[in-house]
């Protein structure tokens, strides 16, 4: 894992973009995914198979990156728990706001993990 924050409070230091430091983290932040995360693991090196390409497996990796990054950070994790909550708002302008702020929120998690 990282040992360098570049934000306010971090539950765990960023992991390392390999499956296994990928699941240690996960295991800290967020251990009720672990089973999904291993059917989505599964599914992404089944199909690297298959495709005979190492895409399906990097896009696993990215995608698992992100939401460890969102569950390890208070603040992402507070914004994407709260844009949950509102995206199906009977009001659609606090959907359509919802959906803005949940789309910052993996962007913005995203580009912390690719950095």
């Known amino acids: 894992m990282s040992t360098q924050a570049d934000h306010g409070h971090e539950l765990i230091p960023r992991p390392e973009q390999t499956p296994e430091a990928l699941r240690a983290a996960l295991a800290v ?5 672990l089973g999904e995360m291993q059917r989505t693991k ?4 089944a199909k690297a ?14 995608a698992w990156a992100r939401d460890i990054e969102i569950a390890r ?5 507070v914004r ?13 302008d606090i959907a ?8 910052a ?7 912390a993990v690719r950095a």
């Open 96 to 103: 359509r706001e919802a959906l803005r702020e949940l789309t």
């Open 73 to 77: 950070r208070p603040d992402l994790s």
């Open 105 to 111: 929120v993996l962007d913005e998690a995203m580009s």
């Open 49 to 62: 198979v298959e495709w005979e390409s190492l895409s399906p497996v990097r896009g696993w990796v990215l």
């Open 42 to 45: 599964d599914d992404a090196f």
């Open 29 to 33: 932040v967020a251990p009720g995914r």
């Open 80 to 92: 994407y728990a709260r844009a949950n909550v509102n995206l199906e708002h009977e009001d659609p």
